[in-house]
């Protein structure tokens, strides 16, 4: 496999050079572009075969939100002249967990979501994650996310005045039904979801903090999911937690 190819924008000198620094010495990826404001992004982005796009929201001349909307739309464009063409992953960097901002980005297009304040660690493996068509979600912003889910997976029937729940994938389906979820699991998950770390789950089930990690690590195992944050989307698209 080749390496992954990531442009970077941002235009914020110092951080810009930092983030530099840590791509150019991570083995499997290559930098492939630079850029510092939201227009010459665009271009770039246009212009050039990237994998990653690391994407700052507060960029002059047209903010990362609008940077990622407009890359899209072009994108479609592409497609429907029936041109080839290989969609970058937009993983956002920012400082703000706002709301607005955060709900914005994935609707704008965005893939995946990360704290400026995240470590060397972290970022590589959220680049890695999003190149994997695997969102990555910083846990800083997690709750947004799942709450909004929870949202507009709901659909109330105003003729039957029922709740509908969009049911997960197939293959994941299949997996739940093979082993399914015992109640107290059902209960950590729930915990999970609404964001409880282990020691305040263990306080309000009444159980050691060990027994909670083994909850967690079988539910994990159970949903195929690498995280909580992901066990968290998964349960919710299942319905097994509304």
């Given at each position: 496999m080749g390496n992954i190819r990531i442009a970077l924008i941002e235009d914020h000198d110092v951080l810009r050079i930092g983030l530099r620094t840590i791509l150019q010495a991570q083995e499997g990826f290559e930098l492939v572009g630079e850029a510092s404001n939201g227009p010459q992004g665009l271009q770039l982005l246009q212009t050039t075969q990237v994998d990653v796009a690391l994407v700052d929201v507060g960029l002059p001349g047209m903010d990362g939100i609008e940077l990622t909307q407009r890359l899209r739309q072009?994108?479609?464009?592409?497609?429907?002249?029936?041109?080839?063409?290989?969609?970058?992953?937009?993983?956002?960097?920012?400082?703000q967990d706002s709301e607005e901002t955060v709900l914005a980005s994935f609707a704008a297009g965005a893939d995946s979501y990360c704290m400026k304040d995240v470590g060397a660690d972290k970022l590589i493996e959220a680049i890695r994650k999003t190149y994997s068509d695997d969102a990555w979600i910083d846990p800083a912003i997690?709750?947004?996310v799942l709450r909004q889910m929870r949202q507009s997976m709901v659909q109330v029937s105003d003729e039957e005045n029922m709740v509908k729940i969009r049911s997960v994938e197939p293959e994941y389906e299949r997996v739940i039904a093979s082993d399914p979820i015992t109640d107290r699991e059902h209960e950590v998950l729930e915990l999970m979801v609404v964001g409880c770390t282990n020691v305040v789950i263990a306080e309000r089930l009444c159980i050691t903090v060990g027994t909670v990690k083994t909850h967690v690590r079988n539910i994990l195992a159970k949903l195929c999911a690498d995280d909580r944050t992901e066990a968290a989307v998964r349960a919710l698209r299942a319905g097994i937690i509304s």
């Open positions: 072009f994108q479609q464009e592409q497609i429907e002249r029936e041109l080839p063409i290989v969609p970058p992953k937009v993983l956002i960097l920012t400082i997690a709750s947004i």
